[in-house]
Nanobody
Framework: VQLVESGGGLVQAGGSLRLSCAAS????????MGWFRQAPGKERELVAA????????RYADSVKGRFTSSRDNAKNTVFLQMNDLKPEDTAVYYC????????????????WGQGTQVTVSS
């Protein structure tokens, strides 16, 4: 199984980025997908998650109204559209695949990508 994130980078505050996570080696449509982030010295936290059919999404309070998660099961890819980025959004962003649903606990995710760095300058 491989999850490969892309789309990170350096952006000014107020800017946008779109992260992608391409999955292979698993039946993608059977896994809920989550986006987590981890800043230096902090625990990994859930940013957004989406169910297998995209019917339900959940977001951290800190990103509601700014971030949107979507998925394309035909392309085995999940996306995170990030708008109005703030310096506090700076972190390594990871995608995870879970058989158990859109859980906020990292331990409930079966597979992880390698992460992509997002840096927001003020």
């Amino acid at each position: 199984v491989q999850l490969v994130e892309s789309g990170g980078g350096l952006v000014q505050a107020g800017g946008s980025l779109r992260l992608s996570c391409a999955a292979s080696g698993l039946t993608f449509s059977r896994y809920a997908m989550g986006w987590f982030r981890q800043a230096p010295g902090k625990e990994r936290e859930l940013v957004a998650a989406i169910t297998t059919s995209s019917r339900i999404t959940r977001y951290a309070d800190s990103v509601k109204g700014r971030f949107t998660s979507s998925r394309d099961n035909a392309k085995n890819t999940v996306f995170l559209q990030m708008n109005d980025l703030k310096p506090e959004d700076t972190a390594v962003y990871y995608c995870g695949a879970s058989r158990w649903g859109i859980d906020a606990i990292p331990g409930q995710y079966d597979y992880w990508g390698q992460g992509t760095q997002v840096t927001v300058s003020s």
